[in-house]
């Protein structure tokens, strides 16, 4: 959500910030803008409405260099999308201020910048920070401890990039929740909302802690932390390229991501299992002893990492015996949450910064949990360096919006985590035999399913006029539906809703009709007979059911019935695998509507704001 990059060198910088704002576009934003050193002196703006490409046409029109800048992606909180909503935000031609996250108390400072005569040009929260800054400036600080002093008495979450003509050789920075990351080159130094912005220019990066204070120049780095006390962060080599988050053949990342879950999953199954038997070592070595002090569950997530969460609650209960509660991250940091004794809580994310799970493992950290796990796809985020356990989905780099190998690669470590609580609380050998082979299934199965490319981009002809759509599932195929509605919706922007099909007689059966399309998850388990009832009392109304069945139940087409014959597959499975149809379906439809897949309107791929 937002993009921030910055750049202290001896070369011009200005393609450097372009392009990394480009490799940012798939957290979501609606302007962008850039604030440059030129070599007099003087603080170059250009911001722009719309796309990156945008701001890259009117740089060419008006053609800028420096050695020292800023530039952001904004996703608006604060005021409409407009060029002067745009970030950076001046105060004067002194001082450009960048920001990610909200202000909560922006009003009050404001008022009082108001009151010492500071105009205002924007609705935004951030320009506060630009002023309070100048102001503080003006009356003798330097600019480190202008931004220390500001940044004491700001609420809420955010990132601040701040750039000063009066002291033109750094960049400081603050680190409030919303994440921040240092690239390090020779004589040239870089921040960023995240890695791939910088990928190109380096390899080598410092993550900032909450609180963190740093200034960048171009042979040092300095950091800061809540005390105001100098500290070291330690220095990470990143290993992949840049070419992994390329879009290679495929017309969109999302695509391309939805073809790489094979791979994904099978890497997320490596070094976790072994002849047979899960590794609760694999967690970090004091797992096991934890683990065998587990006697309930409370897993902690937001959006489709909810959806994940949701399945895992059937694994768990149904395989390991334990108590499970799924909350919505958002709700559950705002009540009172009873916590029964030996509780884990499991925070589940793909970035490891979202900040409403982020801020709840937080709270629960003082709320007598016997321990914390989080499972995540970013090794460096702040949720892995805050638990205690910790397991990497490794999905690599997801660009897309709409989560795709991120959502499976969850549900694949969330089954393994479940056999290891299970295998603790006394499973035997011969059922964990039996179950673990199941785990090296599912790439394979995951492969077929993307065989039926084509009969998926055939189907969703039928949808893309449609305005509602309605997803059935029953068991933990209810939490799939949920997520295929949640698919469809957010690339497409077709109105789609789930229900546990057993919940159709008691509201939404009302909205059945013959323009209501009805997707059903429908594997072969002890639910089928149920679910085909449901079915029956669908296409009684003229419903038009589109059902992925198992091929081996014997599911056939009929007038208002569409079978999708999925491979046969364990029921301990058919979560992940029925997954991947669910998810090309949605794409093919957002494709024909011509949608912005890969950026949907409005969304933003790592929810760093509450």
Known sequence: MCGIVGAVAERNIVPILVEGLRRLEY?????????????????????????????????????????????????????????????????????????????????????????KGYEFQSETDTEVAAHLIHDLLKGGMDLLEAVGTAVK?????????????????????????SPLVIGLGIGENFVASGVPALMPVTQKFMYLEQGDLAEIRRESVRVFDTDGNEVEREVHEIQFSADAAEKGPYRHYMLKEIFEQPGALADTLYGKVSNNKVLPDSLGPQAAALLDKVENIHIIACGTSYHAGCVGKYWLESLAGVPCQVEIASEYRY???????NTLIVTLSQSGETADTLE??????????????????????????????????????????????????QLMSVLIVTLMLARQRGMSEERQAELVPHLY??????????????????????FAEKHHTLFLGRGPMWPIAMEGALKLKEISYIHAEAYAA???????????????????????????DKLKSNM??????????????????????EPGITVISMPHVDRLIAPIIYTVPLQLLSYHVAVLKGTDVDQPRNLAKSVTVE
């Open 335 to 341: 009540r009172n949450v009873v916590v029964p004794p």
């Open 153 to 177: 008495r700001f609420e809420g979450a955010y990132a601040l990039l701040v750039v000063d003509n009066e002291d033109p050789d750094r960049i400081v920075v603050s680190r409030v929740a």
């Open 536 to 557: 029956q009392v669908v296409r009684a109304r003229g419903g038009q059911l589109y059902v992925f069945a198992d091929k081996a139940a014997g599911m056939v087409d």
């Open 27 to 115: 957290r979501g934003y609606d302007s962008a803008g850039l604030a440059v050193l030129d070599g007099d002196g003087n603080i170059q703006l250009r911001r722009a409405v719309g796309k990156v490409a945008g701001l890259d046409k009117k740089i060419k029109a008006s053609p800028l260099t420096g050695k020292i800048g800023v530039a952001h992606t904004r996703w608006a909180t604060h005021g409409g999308v407009t060029e002067a909503n745009a970030h950076p935000h001046m105060s004067g031609t002194r001082v450009a201020v960048i920001h990610n996250g909200v202000i909560e108390n922006f009003q009050p400072i404001k008022d009082e910048m108001l009151a």
């Open 441 to 462: 299934h599912v790439a394979a199965a995951v492969e077929e399913c993307l065989e039926m490319n084509d009969e998926l981009k055939h189907v969703a002809e039928d």
């Open 360 to 409: 709840a493992l937080r709270i629960a950290k003082e709320s007598g949990y016997l321990g914390s796990l989080t499972i995540c796809n970013s090794a460096h985020s702040s949720m892995v360096r805050e638990s205690d356990l910790v397991m990497m989905t490794q999905a690599g780099p997801e660009i897309g919006v709409a989560s795709t190998k991120a959502f499976t690669t």
């Open 502 to 528: 057993g919940e159709l007689k008691h509201g939404p059966l009302a909205l059945i009709d013959e323009d209501m399309p009805v997707v059903v998850v429908a594997p072969n388990n002890e639910l089928l």
